[in-house]
């Protein structure tokens, strides 16, 4: 009697382990397929592209960015699909040949239209942002400087793309795109995911982004504290629900090339035979420089001076250390009217977490083969600076047959200057400067303005968070494993106690 009682209690304490296993079964069924539902599915391929074009001092770039629509308000989804390098000067030097500008953009036009497939040409917007070359121009001639930009205007219109401007960008724009670029590409302006994202996440810290072109160079970054001095160097954005207080400035002449200028200029006030003996230039290198050329920028235009003749030779003598002290008088630090300064008086915040430098940065560090490794200390660019500015120019020239004579002259003066802008005019330590990261890219992106500009012109950075799926594609697949995992085990569980219910109570027993 005792036997048969027992082994009922058992069959029906089997019985509801299987209806509980069931029901665990079906909800764990039921779980995947709506979550199933809602993540994954299929979105017809469905893409968007807009155009934009880099009119720098030097020279024209034009990107081709490509983005799938239904998803245009998500982070790191654009992306840059075509760089096309327009063929001559940067548009300011076209301002005594307007006409030129007519053929100027065709090629790099035409790839556009192969690129962009032809059904999406009305609806791919075209923007044109010119830089500090142009902002040169206008400050000499503000007519000419409206000339060129009708004349490449006229020229982008003839397309059947949605033109959508040609316009000189201000420095502080300049800086603000570049910084929104890189962090959109670095993703941080979204929250870090903890537990696969069931979690909330935490705020990430956004990198400082540096430009170095050839007329002005930019410095943007979310500093410790926002201070009320200089509210011209604050932007305030409101960025995927999140507020950020940003300090940039542009430092216009002291781009690359016009800081040459400036210290041409600087150096042949002060010789009467009409030779410039020039540390930042290789033993052996000479040059010949017309000095009404050498005054046609507004940038050395302060040190301008009746001498007593028209060109000058320019004798390479190659001496880092001499170099850098004559780049520092670039500097002026002898003034400053607020806490604290960059140079010729304008306002700094101390310089505050990772920084992303491109542009000519990357370009001149890429020479110096010093970019292969991550950190770099300053100790490490002196030490290479000393090396290579001291290297004779017919060596140097036999070395690197294939660089361009102009920039590889200038490669010494180039990397004095970057030194000496991080270091005195920034105020980079020993420390803070290896939190600089020398890049041209993130993932296939360009670094620069560009994208960030197109991002804010398309609407494509919310001030809010977009509502999203509330599990990521990666927790998905991880939530469906587990589940099937479950699945599978109670499934196993079931069978062996239905099978086999004393053995099972044995074993619990
Ligand atoms: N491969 C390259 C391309 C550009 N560059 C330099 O990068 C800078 C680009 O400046 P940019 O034309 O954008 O001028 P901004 O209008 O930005 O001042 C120039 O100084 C070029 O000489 C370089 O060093 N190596
Ligand atoms: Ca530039």
């Known amino acids: 009697m005792e036997g048969t009682k027992d082994s009922n209690v058992k069959r029906f304490c089997s019985q509801h382990i299987l209806v509980i296993l069931g029901f665990s079964s079906v909800i764990a069924v039921t779980a995947l397929i709506a979550v199933g539902l809602s993540q994954n599915k299929p979105l017809p391929e469905n893409f968007k592209y807009g155009i934009v074009l880099d009119a720098g001092s030097t020279h024209t770039n034009l990107y081709i960015y490509k983005w799938p629509a ?7 989804v654009v992306q840059e699909v075509e ?3 327009v063929k001559g000067p940067g548009v300011a030097k076209y301002s005594n040949k307007l006409h030129a500008l007519e053929t100027y953009l065709i090629a790099c036009m035409e790839r556009c239209k192969n690129v962009v497939p032809r059904s999406l040409h009305p609806e791919t917007p075209v923007y044109l942002g010119a830089t ?3 902002r040169l ?3 000499q001639n503000e007519h000419l400087a409206h000339s060129v930009l009708d004349e490449v205007a006229k020229s982008l219109s003839e397309y059947s793309f949605d033109f959508q401007g040609a316009r000189i960008l201000s420095g502080q724009e300049e800086g603000a795109y570049g910084w929104i670029t890189i962090n959109y590409l670095l993703g941080k302006f979204v929250e870090k995911s903890k537990w696969l994202g069931l979690m909330a996440g935490e705020r990430q810290s956004t990198f400082g982004a540096m430009d170095l072109g050839g007329a002005s160079t930019q410095i943007t970054f979310a500093p410790e504290s926002h201070t009320a001095e200089s509210p011209d160097n604050f932007i305030n954005f409101r960025l995927y629900g999140k507020d950020y207080s940003v300090y940039t400035h542009s430092f216009l002449c002291y781009g690359k090339d016009e800081a040459l200028q400036q210290k041409l200029a600087k150096d042949i006030e002060v010789s009467s035979n009409g030779i410039l003996k020039d540390p930042c230039f290789h033993l052996g290198y000479a040059k010949l420089v017309n000095v ?10 302060r040190y301008e001076k009746t001498l007593p003749f028209d060109e000058f030779q320019i004798q390479g003598t190659g001496n880092y250390q001499q170099c850098r002290q004559s780049v520092l008088e670039l500097f002026n630090t002898s003034y400053c009217p607020y806490s604290q300064c960059a140079f010729n008086g304008i306002f700094l915040p101390p310089v505050k977490g990772n920084f992303g430098a491109f542009s000519a940065f990357y370009f001149v560090m890429q020479f110096l083969n010093l970019t292969s490794t991550k950190v770099i200390s300053q100790e490490m660019m002196s030490e290479t600076m000393r090396k290579y500015c001291s290297r004779p120019w017919q ?3 036999t070395s690197f047959p294939e660089v361009h004579e102009k920039f590889l002259s200038e490669y010494c003066f180039a990397g004095t200057y970057i030194l000496s802008l991080l270091l005195q005019g920034y105020h980079f330590t020993d420390s803070s400067f290896k939190d600089i990261e020398f890049m041209r890219e993130i993932e296939g992106n360009s670094a620069g303005w560009t994208l960030g500009y197109m991002l804010n012109l398309t609407n494509m950075i919310p001030a809010e968070q ?3 799926a509330p599990l990521s594609h990666s927790t998905y697949v991880f939530l469906m494993v587990l589940f099937s995992l479950i699945l599978a085990v109670a499934l196993i569980i079931g069978l062996v106690v239905f099978k086999n219910p004393s053995y099972f109570w044995k074993e619990m027993v």
């Not at 009404?292 to 235009?301: E, G, H, M, Q, V």
Request: with cysteine; aromatic share 4%; proline share 6%.
């Open 70 to 76: 239904e998803k245009k308000n998500n982070t790191g």
């Open 83 to 85: 760089e096309c390098k």
């Open 132 to 134: 500090a070359g142009m």
């Open 137 to 139: 121009l206008r400050m």
């Open 292 to 301: 009404s050329k050498l005054y046609t920028s507004p940038c050395a235009k």
């Open 395 to 397: 060596e140097v020239r």
């Open 466 to 468: 977009p509502v999203t």
